[in-house]
């Protein structure tokens, strides 16, 4: 789990770092990097609900964000049969930094693109803390990591 975490922190700074240091577009709103937990009620049930409490770090509309605090609350589609291995999600996020997004997961891992504050696309790698052992069927609470990088 440690070497999950590691590897996807790693990864959301260097996209990020990518996104911060070069000068885009002017359409570009930012980037930035986010941590935190991230909570959904029946994960594998079909159709469920969830939420996630984060902060984020980077630059929105050209002000820097550090360790902002977001919520997000999201639909999540977690089909029984392909579970844990495929999901989607999409939902709204509020704080420093405000909007919508989908993901789509494979594994541990998820694409997500975003509207609002930022529009853009990222990555985010999720590790579960709870329950211990296989998710399906119940709640789930996970540490998640990613970055967002506008485009």
Request: glycine share 18%.
């Amino acid at each position: 789990m440690k070497r999950i975490m590691r590897s996807a922190t790693l990864a959301g700074l260097a996209v990020t770092g990518i996104a911060l240091g070069t000068s885009g577009p002017a359409y570009a709103q930012g980037g930035g990097a986010f941590q935190g937990n991230a909570h959904i009620n029946c994960f594998g049930c079909g159709a469920s609900s969830g939420t996630a409490a984060l902060k984020v770090t980077g630059v929105v509309n050209g002000a820097s964000v550090v360790q902002g605090a977001v919520n997000a609350t999201y639909t999540v589609t977690e089909a029984t049969a392909t579970c844990p291995a495929v999901g989607s999600a999409n939902g709204s996020f509020t704080g420093a930094v405000n909007g919508t997004f989908t993901w789509t997961r494979v594994g541990a891992t998820a694409v997500l693109t975003t509207t609002g504050d930022i529009k853009g696309a990222g990555i985010a790698a999720f590790a579960v803390t709870s329950p211990v052992g296989l998710p399906c069927g119940g709640p789930v609470t996970a540490q998640v990591v990613g970055s967002v990088a506008g485009t």
